[in-house]
């Protein structure tokens, strides 16, 4: 199981960005896939959800109207659109997938929002 992410980088305030991790090893479309992320100092936190066929998602009250999670299960890929950046955005974002009993993660990949 592969997951790596991509697509972070930095941007003012009020900016956007669109992170992408892209899966192997895995069949793709049969899970749920999740973005998390995790500022300096703190616990990482789920950000948003997306079940397998792309049908339902979920944010966190912090990120609602601003993030859209979304999939391509032909490219074995999940992104996270983010709008509306502000400073506390700032963090890793991980992709992670749950199979069975394990959870697995991507790298991360870093979004800074500073002017």
């Known amino acids: 199981v592969q997951l790596v992410e991509s697509g972070g980088d930095l941007v003012q305030p009020g900016g956007s960005l669109r992170l992408s991790c892209v899966c192997s090893?895995?069949?793709?479309?049969?899970?749920?896939m999740s973005w998390y992320r995790q500022a300096p100092g703190k616990e990482r936190e789920l950000v948003a959800g997306?079940?397998?066929?792309?049908?339902?998602?979920d944010y966190a009250d912090f990120v609602k109207g601003r993030f859209t999670i979304s999939r391509d299960n032909a490219k074995n890929t999940v992104y996270l659109q983010m709008n509306s950046l502000k400073p506390e955005d700032t963090a890793v974002y991980f992709c992670k997938v749950r199979i069975v009993f394990r959870a697995y993660w991507g790298q991360g990949t870093q979004v800074t929002v500073s002017s």
């Open positions: 090893g895995f069949t793709f479309s049969y899970y749920t």
């Open positions: 997306i079940s397998s066929d792309g049908a339902s998602t």
